[in-house]
């Protein structure tokens, strides 16, 4: 997760305790309106920060669920 608050601080030009406040609050957003799997992967990916799951991938897979490519 500290990648994603580091560039949502550096973009939206904020502290990094107030892009951590904006990276939890999308994160808790999002994972309460989608099914548990999908959750599950925002969760995933945060606590990997990135790694081999990256996010592209896993809303490229949301996309695909939904008809979209």
């Known amino acids: 997760m500290e ?9 939206a030009g904020i502290s990094e305790s ?3 406040l ?4 999308v994160a ?12 599950g992967q925002v969760d ?3 606590k990997a920060d990135g790694g081999e799951n ?3 991938d ?3 897979g949301i996309g695909d669920m939904f008809g979209k490519k």
């Open 3 to 11: 990648k994603i608050v580091k560039l949502v601080a550096d973009k």
């Open 18 to 20: 107030q892009a951590q």
């Open 22 to 25: 904006a990276v939890t609050t």
């Open 28 to 39: 808790s957003f999002l994972k309460d309106r989608m099914p548990e799997p999908m959750a």
């Open 44 to 46: 995933k990916y945060l």
């Open 54 to 56: 990256n996010l592209g």
């Open 58 to 60: 896993t809303l490229g």
